[in-house]
Each structure stands twice: as C-alpha cells, then as structure tokens.
C-alpha cells in the first residue's frame, strides 16, 4: 500500500483574498478565477460535505484543483520536478490535489500528495514544508497541518494567540475547522511547556 500526506491550512473567512494574493507567489496562476469562485462557494458539491470537508485520497469534487507549487530545490524533491520553474535554485512540485472546503465562518485549503513519492516529500522535505509554513504566516491562516499515512494530524505551525470564533454556524467546516484550531492552541501551548521544563 503507498504512503499518503496532506496539508491542510484553516482560515478565518475574511482572509480568502488575502490567500489568494499569497498563494500566487507560491503555486501556478492557472487556477486563479477557478479557486476564487470556489471560494466564493460557485463550484458545486463541496467535498466531503458530511465530514466537514475532503478526506485526502478519497473524492475528488468540484472544488478540486491540481496545482503545481514552487519550492527550493533539495535532493529529496528531484524525481517530483514537473520542471516548469523558471527559477533554477527550485523546482515545481505538481500535481498536488488542491481542495477547498467553504463554511461560514471559516475555510480551509487541503493539498493532498497525488503520489506515494510525494506523500513521502510532504513528510521528510524541509523546504516544503517550509513553503507550506510560508503560505500560513503570510496568508493569516490560524494553523497548518500535516495530515500523516494514518490520518492523524501533526501540527506544523499556529497562529500565536488565535482561539476559534464563538459562533452558532451549524456547517460541518465550521465545526471541524473551529475544533483544528483548538487543537493547534492546545498542541502548542504543550509544545511550550514541555520546552520550558526542558
């Protein structure tokens, strides 16, 4: 059996054009109007709807981009060159399953490995992460995470400081996002006690 992975990022909903702006400096533009319609809650069934959003490996929905993502070049990421960089100190990592999950109060953006190699990079490759930690600080998200082989989440950067919307929304992104983001909090304020009584 391959090896899976995904990345998902959980943002407020006032923040989707601010990602979008971000995501251009780190993905191909090709997507664009697509993703921002999808977004905006025009592309059809979203996925997973009854789980709160996309299973990685699972359905592919309207709301399903492949993109092509721009990272520094390392070892570990040459065979995944689709080589439509035109910076030769990287390489252009695609497809990568895009999946885009619209609530009320929040959304959130899943980047699910299309290959056993690529779920392999999305575990051991420092610049994509990095690239992925990247899109979370500058595109305001509250947290990103690395869905692993078993479907558990590693949280891999959060929002200092950001706690889930009290809301009454009732939408099954909402309710899984709001949840991630209490999770992060608690990862990390764990992460910090175990480094002060280290």
Same mark, same amino acid.
């Given at each position: 059996?391959?090896?899976?992975?995904?990345f998902q990022?959980? #943002?407020?909903a006032s923040?989707?054009?601010? #990602?979008?702006?971000?995501? $251009?400096?780190?993905?191909?533009? $090709?997507? *664009?109007?697509?993703?921002?319609?999808?977004?905006?809650?025009?592309?059809?069934?979203?996925?997973?709807?009854?789980?709160?959003?996309?299973?990685?490996?699972?359905?592919?929905?309207?709301?399903?981009?492949? *993109?092509?993502?721009?990272?520094?070049?390392?070892?570990?990421?040459?065979? *995944?060159?689709?080589?439509?960089?035109?910076?030769?100190?990287?390489?252009?990592?695609?497809?990568?399953?895009?999946?885009?999950?619209?609530?009320?109060?929040?959304?959130?953006?899943? /980047?699910?490995?299309?290959?056993?190699?690529?779920?392999?990079? #999305?575990?051991?490759?420092?610049?994509?992460?990095?690239?992925?930690?990247?899109?979370?600080?500058?595109?305001?998200?509250?947290?990103?995470?690395?869905?692993?082989? @078993?479907?558990?989440?590693?949280?891999? @950067?959060?929002?200092?400081?950001? /706690?889930?919307?009290?809301?009454?929304?009732?939408?099954?992104?909402?309710?899984?996002?709001?949840?991630?983001?209490?999770?992060?909090?608690?990862? *990390? /304020?764990?992460?910090?006690?175990?480094?002060?009584?280290?």
């Amino acid at each position: 059996m391959g090896r899976s992975a995904a990345f998902q990022l959980v #943002f407020n909903a006032s923040d989707k054009e601010h #990602f979008l702006s971000v995501l $251009q400096n780190h993905a191909d533009r $090709q997507y *664009l109007a697509e993703l921002r319609a999808a977004l905006d809650g025009h592309s059809g069934t979203p996925a997973g709807e009854s789980d709160g959003g996309h299973t990685p490996g699972v359905d592919k929905p309207a709301s399903c981009f492949c *993109l092509t993502f721009l990272v520094p070049a390392e070892a570990s990421l040459a065979s *995944l060159d689709t080589g439509h960089s035109k910076l030769p100190s990287h390489v252009s990592v695609g497809c990568i399953w895009t999946f885009v999950n619209v609530g009320e109060d929040y959304f959130s953006i899943v /980047a699910d490995a299309a290959t056993s190699g690529m779920a392999a990079a #999305f575990h051991e490759s420092s610049n994509l992460q990095a690239v992925f930690r990247t899109i979370a600080r500058e595109a305001n998200a509250q947290c990103l995470i690395l869905i692993d082989d @078993w479907n558990c989440n590693q949280f891999l @950067w959060c929002r200092a400081g950001s /706690a889930a919307i009290e809301s009454h929304s009732t939408h099954p992104v909402d309710r899984q996002c709001a949840e991630l983001i209490t999770e992060a909090q608690k990862n *990390l /304020a764990g992460t910090h006690k175990h480094r002060e009584n280290g």
